[in-house]
């Protein structure tokens, strides 16, 4: 089955490159022009997660508003926190979290599909580690959506 899984990730572009259990790395549609700063960018987060809570995340949650094809949503498992919400607007987006995560066997990511505006949040509940990259730019309401960032957390 994850051999399956992953042949469907390394059939086609990503934005991220997604290092597989086989040791093999999703393509990326830029040729891997933009793999450095994805890959910098997560050593920032993880960096700045161990400078805030120390080295164990196990007993933290996370979420990610507008997780794209859930780079940092898989971030945040490897890095161990017990639980990670994937949340993003565009089902496409979540088919491709979804494939990566079961690819990657990380049952402690889980996805919804929501706009961050449209979010119940006494349903989604609090979360130690709430990230919201790349989303304020394409609102209408980015002040909104920091107020649902910080009600999140």
Do not use: K
């Amino acid at each position: 089955m994850t051999a399956d899984l992953e042949a469907r990730a390394l059939a086609r572009p990503w934005f991220y490159p997604f290092r597989l259990p086989s040791g093999a790395t999703t393509p990326s549609y830029d040729g891997g022009w933009l793999d450095g700063i994805h890959h910098t960018r997560s050593s920032m987060l993880a960096a700045a997660l161990r400078a805030r809570f120390g080295d164990d995340l196990t007993q933290l949650d996370g979420i990610d508003l507008a997780c794209h094809q859930g780079w940092f949503s898989v971030q945040l498992a490897q890095l161990g926190l017990r639980d990670v919400l994937a949340v993003d607007a565009r089902s496409e987006h979540i088919a491709d979290a979804t494939l990566i995560r079961d690819t990657l066997r990380l049952t402690q990511m889980r996805m919804m599909q929501s706009d961050v505006h449209a979010l119940d949040l006494a349903a989604v509940g609090q979360f130690d580690v709430c990230l919201c990259l790349g989303l304020l730019y394409h609102l209408e309401n980015p002040v909104g959506a920091l107020r649902v960032a910080r009600a999140l957390t």
